[in-house]
């Protein structure tokens, strides 16, 4: 039986720092499963997306936050079409960390068009976008001759790193807990 050495003060942040990442991982994990599922799939069907010019039924501004203090952020644009049965979302990189530099190009695109002129004239009521028959359809400028991917490889990486610390992390902390329950 080995006599338990107490923690130095440094150990046991190091400690609570990691325990706080781990969760914070842990709770992202869901996200970055289907962040990284996403991004493949658009990759791997990258040349079957059509650009296609829609008319746009209405531009719904997105906001997060708090209601009960009454502020809240600004997030980006739903854009309504198809008589309301599509969307597509354009994401504001502002305030958002997990926005790739498409999606930002895309938004600040967008956002010049829609703060240049009323949305809903004759000439500025339409958006292109990237239509697949089975996936979502992206935001598209009438200048893209292809879906731009770039960053999704990355994208891909980093949310596969974080999947396998997760599991990892889980796998350890498993084997730890039976440990312990061996020892009693």
Known sequence: MGVNKPKSGINKVLSVVLVFLFLLLFVYAPFAFFSAKDKFLYLKHKTEFVKQKVKVDSVEVI???????????????????????????VISPEKNIIVSKQEAADFKHF??????????????????????????DRYATENQLQLSTSNF???????GMILILVIWGLTWQIIQWVKLKREK
């Open 63 to 89: 906001e997060t936050g708090t209601h009960n203090t009454g502020s809240s952020s600004f997030y980006g644009y739903h854009l309504h079409y198809n008589n309301f049965r599509d969307r597509v979302t």
């Open 153 to 159: 490889v990355w994208h891909i990486i980093v949310n």
């Open 111 to 136: 956002n010049t068009i829609y703060d240049a002129t009323p949305f809903y004239l004759p000439k500025n009521d339409s958006i292109y976008i990237w239509h697949h028959s089975k996936l979502q």
